[in-house]
């Protein structure tokens, strides 16, 4: 853990909650260069000048930064598997951990680490915000303090919420429902297929109804390695044989997320599906998820789903599209022989099976 810059803010009680977050990037961790006026990523020791509050929390704090923080649009796995190791190596010395990350990819991030990180007992809470921090009306400062008390939140020295999640703007949404919806508001993220896990206003009220349930007694599970040769394919009206027969004939692909219409239709052109046979006869796992952001996906509902599910298609029900290619990544990363039954069956909250 030597190689990543660490800060610490001690409260004055002894045995007050850990709570580690780790800085990845984003708008959130960026201020004015003062000889410039633009705006620069900000050096973490300024992390307490710019949120006094911090110091006030009575939560023992942890900040590593990672080496070269990032815009999110330059996420890759590579980083998941980094934010996996860091989490493992800390995973008993805290009660909870924020990642700051920025908002364009968090969603995908924190469906990932749902399905890396498994059988949690300790809350992941990814944050960010859509004003840097070194801005007056900044979003970030009540978007941090929420989350680290959420992180560092326990009944009976046990976690509320067991969950990779994401908490913006006074909601706090699982992770791999949620989807940014909105690049100009401060609620930048929704759930429209799950309940909000809390709702944020004078008080955090948590909807236990919807939490995971903790389990003591299983297990949690760091999984490090993931697929990356996967792709989306979305339906458009108009779209061609060559440009499909194309796609399929990528080298190595392993993986493809099928986004289609409604209840997860697609054209029934006679070339079309039998493209998806071939590819599904190579080997190719192909994963269908709906371009509604409510609803789910019934494949034989209507007749042009029906074929899709004879060939074997596999149904994506009501993931999210983030959910859906993270899940895919992790299931054909780490299980080759029967992908069909993981990709269906609920890992970490991601589906509604019934
Ligand atoms: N482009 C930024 C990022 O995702 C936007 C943000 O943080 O809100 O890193």
């Known amino acids: 853990m030597n190689k990543y ?28 260069d003062n000889q410039t006026g ?9 992390i307490t000048e710019n949120i006094p509050e911090l110091k006030r ?51 995908y991030s924190a469906s990932a680490l749902s399905f890396m990180i498994q059988n949690l007992k300790k809350p992941i809470v990814f944050t960010g915000a859509q004003l840097p921090i070194g801005i007056p009306r900044t979003d970030a400062r009540e ?26 703007n006074g909601r706090l949404l699982r992770g791999n429902r949620a989807k940014k919806r909105e690049s100009s508001q401060f609620d930048a993220f929704d759930s429209e297929n799950f309940p909000y896990l809390a709702e944020i206003g004078v008080n955090i009220d948590y909807n236990f109804l919807n939490i995971k349930i903790l389990k003591p007694e299983t297990e949690t599970k760091f999984y490090t390695k993931t697929e990356n040769n996967v792709g989306i394919l979305k339906i458009f009206p108009g779209i061609n044989a060559s440009f499909v027969s194309n796609f399929f004939k990528q080298k190595d692909l392993k993986g493809v997320i099928l986004e289609t219409y409604g209840s997860g239709n697609a054209l029934s052109d006679r070339w079309f599906l039998e493209e ?3 590819a599904i006869k190579k080997g190719i796992t192909i994963l269908n998820v709906s371009q509604c952001t409510g609803g789910r996906v019934i494949m034989g509902k209507y007749q042009t789903s029906q074929k899709m599910k004879e060939i074997g298609v596999v149904s994506g029900t009501d993931m999210t599209l983030e959910a859906a290619i ?12 029967n992908p069909k039954e993981l990709l269906e069956k609920e890992i970490a909250g991601e589906l509604t099976n019934y």
């Not at 810059?5 to 961790?29: F, R």
């Not at 633009?38 to 300024?46: A, C, D, K, M, V």
């Not at 303090?145 to 992180?151: E, F, H, P, V």
Request: hydrophobic fraction near 45%.
């Open 276 to 278: 998806l046979e071939n």
């Open 143 to 168: 978007n941090l303090i929420t989350s680290i008390q959420i992180a560092g939140s326990t009944i009976n020295r046990k976690a509320i919420v067991p969950e990779v999640c994401i908490y913006f």
């Open 5 to 32: 810059e660490i800060l610490s803010i001690k409260p004055q009680e002894e045995n007050a909650s850990k709570v580690l977050i780790i800085y990845t990037g984003g708008t959130l961790g960026m201020v004015y």
């Open 38 to 46: 633009s705006l620069i990523p900000f050096r973490f020791e300024q």
């Open 57 to 107: 929390l009575n939560l023992e704090l942890c900040i590593l930064a990672l080496p070269k923080p990032i815009d999110s649009s330059n996420v890759s796995p590579a980083i998941w598997t980094e934010l996996v190791e860091i989490i493992e190596a800390n995973y008993e010395k805290f009660q909870g951990f924020v990642v700051l990350h920025g908002t364009d990819t968090m969603a």
């Open 326 to 337: 993270t899940k895919l990544m992790w299931v054909l990363g780490n299980e080759s022989t």
